[in-house]
């Protein structure tokens, strides 16, 4: 069973970049068919798809924060790591790390019902 667990800062200042990191545990981030990704909730909206890094480490992003996000990995240390830059109040959510351990059944990366694995959410505040 895999288990995943957010960690970074609650609190970031508008214009700094955002770091959350994900330490994934019961699976492999290189395991064949697996894509570990990032979904985020503002408050009193629904959930967004930020972005995903597949077994390979090929990456991708959703358009609109295409230009201000980047995830990673560290295989040796079975974690994920989302960076988004340039932080408005706008960004202020909870950020879920997902994962999927299996093909996806459409091919697409982007529907959150397709994660098997969600992490606990990490809230985030983006405020001088």
């Known amino acids: 069973q895999v288990q995943l667990q957010g960690s970074g800062p609650g609190l970031v200042k508008p214009s700094q970049t955002l770091s959350l990191t994900c330490t994934v545990s019961?699976?492999?981030?290189?395991?064949?068919?697996?894509?570990w990704g990032w979904i985020r909730q503002p408050p009193g909206k629904g959930l967004e798809w930020m972005g995903v890094i597949v077994y390979d480490g090929t990456t991708f992003y959703a358009p609109s924060l295409k230009s201000r996000t980047a995830i990673s990995r560290d295989t040796a240390k079975n974690q994920f790591s989302l960076q988004l830059s340039s932080v408005t109040p706008e960004d202020t959510a909870v950020y879920y790390c997902v994962s999927r351990t299996s093909p996806f059944p459409t091919g697409s990366y982007y529907a959150f019902r397709d994660y098997s694995y969600w992490g606990q959410g990490t809230q985030v505040a983006v405020s001088s």
């Open positions: 019961g699976g492999s981030i290189t395991t064949t068919f697996s894509a």
